[in-house]
Nanobody, 124 residues
Framework: QVVVEESGGGLVEAGGSLTLACTAS????????MGWFRQAPGTEREFVAA????????NYAESVKGRFTISRDNAKKTVYLQMNNLNPADTAVYYC?????????????????WGQGTQVTVSA
């Protein structure tokens, strides 16, 4: 089973940028698609972005398209989420998890190995 740990969250002003990282251990990292989700207080966890095992295929929520970029380095067992032009609506705890190799699903049920999350706060 894969185990992940997220990092890189913090406080940023609106319009700013952050890069999140998710490092995995356990099973072979390149066997898995990787997804990013987020959860704001009082809301359900929502899909943000996903990349297949190779990183060549990706999927984004409409709300982040053009602002966020998911990438991965299989040698480092790490997936990244570059977030640009952040706005207060992006404030949430961001989680990563592992999915089926080529399945860049938007559904959280398809992912395992959830980390503890990293807080992103965007001030107006």
């Amino acid at each position: 089973q894969v185990v992940v740990e997220e990092s890189g969250g913090g406080l940023v002003e609106a319009g700013g940028s952050l890069t999140l990282a998710c490092t995995a251990s356990g099973q072979t990292f390149s066997n898995y698609a990787m997804g990013w989700f987020r959860q704001a207080p009082g809301t359900e966890r929502e899909f943000v972005a996903a990349a297949d095992w190779s990183g060549r295929n990706s999927n984004y929520a409409e709300s982040v398209k053009g602002r966020f970029t998911i990438s991965r380095d299989n040698a480092k067992k790490t997936v990244y989420l570059q977030m640009n032009n952040l706005n207060p609506a992006d404030t949430a705890v961001y989680y990563c998890a592992a999915g089926q190799r080529s399945d860049i699903s938007v559904y959280a049920e398809g992912y395992v190995g959830w980390g503890q999350g990293t807080q992103v706060t965007v001030s107006a």
